[in-house]
Protein backbone atom coordinates (compact mmCIF):
# COMPACT_ATOMS: atom_id res chain seq x y z
CA UNK A 1 0.00 0.00 0.00
CA UNK A 2 0.84 3.47 -0.46
CA UNK A 3 3.34 4.88 2.40
CA UNK A 4 4.44 8.81 2.74
CA UNK A 5 6.86 9.40 5.52
CA UNK A 6 7.96 12.58 6.51
CA UNK A 7 10.94 13.50 8.43
CA UNK A 8 13.07 16.52 9.30
CA UNK A 9 10.41 18.51 11.61
CA UNK A 10 11.45 20.63 15.19
CA UNK A 11 12.37 23.78 16.74
CA UNK A 12 14.43 26.56 14.97
CA UNK A 13 14.71 30.00 15.30
CA UNK A 14 13.74 32.80 12.96
CA UNK A 15 16.33 32.60 10.31
CA UNK A 16 16.94 29.62 10.32
CA UNK A 17 17.23 26.47 7.84
CA UNK A 18 15.42 22.97 7.86
CA UNK A 19 15.08 20.15 5.50
CA UNK A 20 11.90 18.24 5.12
CA UNK A 21 12.02 14.66 3.76
CA UNK A 22 9.12 12.42 2.31
CA UNK A 23 10.22 8.80 1.87
CA UNK A 24 7.58 7.14 -0.33
CA UNK A 25 6.75 3.49 -1.61
CA UNK A 26 4.56 1.60 -2.48
CA UNK A 27 3.66 3.06 -6.09
CA UNK A 28 5.70 4.42 -8.61
CA UNK A 29 7.06 7.11 -6.88
CA UNK A 30 8.61 8.77 -10.47
CA UNK A 31 5.56 8.85 -12.41
CA UNK A 32 3.49 11.19 -9.71
CA UNK A 33 2.90 14.88 -9.61
CA UNK A 34 4.24 15.70 -5.54
CA UNK A 35 3.39 18.27 -3.24
CA UNK A 36 4.35 19.81 0.76
CA UNK A 37 1.32 21.17 2.56
CA UNK A 38 1.06 22.84 5.28
CA UNK A 39 -1.49 23.05 7.59
CA UNK A 40 -0.99 25.72 11.11
CA UNK A 41 -3.74 25.78 13.95
CA UNK A 42 -6.44 27.09 13.22
CA UNK A 43 -6.42 27.48 9.27
CA UNK A 44 -7.03 25.63 6.79
CA UNK A 45 -4.18 23.28 4.68
CA UNK A 46 -2.70 24.94 2.13
CA UNK A 47 0.08 23.98 -0.85
CA UNK A 48 3.36 25.25 -0.21
CA UNK A 49 4.97 23.75 -3.15
CA UNK A 50 4.70 20.95 -6.07
CA UNK A 51 6.82 19.12 -8.02
CA UNK A 52 5.59 17.52 -11.51
CA UNK A 53 7.14 13.99 -12.21
CA UNK A 54 9.46 15.91 -14.93
CA UNK A 55 10.68 17.68 -12.26
CA UNK A 56 8.87 20.84 -12.99
CA UNK A 57 8.41 23.48 -9.47
CA UNK A 58 5.64 25.73 -8.55
CA UNK A 59 5.50 27.37 -5.04
CA UNK A 60 2.95 29.39 -3.07
CA UNK A 61 3.49 33.47 -3.17
CA UNK A 62 4.88 32.91 0.83
CA UNK A 63 7.47 31.30 0.45
CA UNK A 64 8.49 31.97 -2.69
CA UNK A 65 12.54 32.67 -2.67
CA UNK A 66 13.23 31.21 0.52
CA UNK A 67 12.00 27.40 0.13
CA UNK A 68 12.97 24.77 -2.62
CA UNK A 69 11.14 21.85 -3.73
CA UNK A 70 12.93 18.49 -4.67
CA UNK A 71 13.18 14.62 -5.46
CA UNK A 72 15.13 12.69 -5.95
CA UNK A 73 13.25 9.69 -7.73
CA UNK A 74 16.17 6.83 -7.03
CA UNK A 75 15.70 7.03 -3.38
CA UNK A 76 11.95 7.54 -4.22
CA UNK A 77 12.16 10.51 -1.79
CA UNK A 78 10.72 14.28 -1.80
CA UNK A 79 12.33 16.99 -0.13
CA UNK A 80 11.72 20.49 0.75
CA UNK A 81 14.42 22.82 2.01
CA UNK A 82 13.65 25.92 3.77
CA UNK A 83 15.35 28.92 4.44
CA UNK A 84 15.32 32.22 6.09
CA UNK A 85 12.30 30.49 8.16
CA UNK A 86 9.85 32.85 9.89
CA UNK A 87 7.08 32.49 12.94
CA UNK A 88 4.52 32.27 9.89
CA UNK A 89 6.14 29.08 8.69
CA UNK A 90 5.01 27.63 11.97
CA UNK A 91 2.52 24.40 11.10
CA UNK A 92 2.69 20.73 10.28
CA UNK A 93 3.53 19.76 7.25
CA UNK A 94 2.36 17.01 5.23
CA UNK A 95 3.81 15.01 1.90
CA UNK A 96 0.75 14.15 -0.80
CA UNK A 97 0.77 12.73 -3.90
CA UNK A 98 -1.00 15.52 -5.78
CA UNK A 99 -4.74 14.53 -7.37
CA UNK A 100 -4.98 11.35 -5.18
CA UNK A 101 -6.08 10.70 -1.75
CA UNK A 102 -2.88 9.43 0.03
CA UNK A 103 -1.05 12.01 2.34
CA UNK A 104 1.56 11.59 4.97
CA UNK A 105 1.33 11.65 8.75
CA UNK A 106 2.86 15.00 8.69
CA UNK A 107 5.66 16.33 10.92
CA UNK A 108 5.89 19.81 13.11
CA UNK A 109 7.61 22.43 12.08
CA UNK A 110 7.73 25.05 14.88
CA UNK A 111 9.51 28.80 13.99
CA UNK A 112 10.68 30.30 17.30
CA UNK A 113 13.08 32.29 19.70
Known amino acids: QVQLVESGGGLVQPGGSLRLSCAAS????????MGWYRQAAGKQRELVAS???????DYGDSVKGRFTISRDNAKNTMYLQMNSLKPDDTAVYYC???????WGQGTQVTVSS
Open 26 to 33: GFTFSSYH
Open 96 to 102: HVRYTSH
Open 51 to 57: ISSGGST
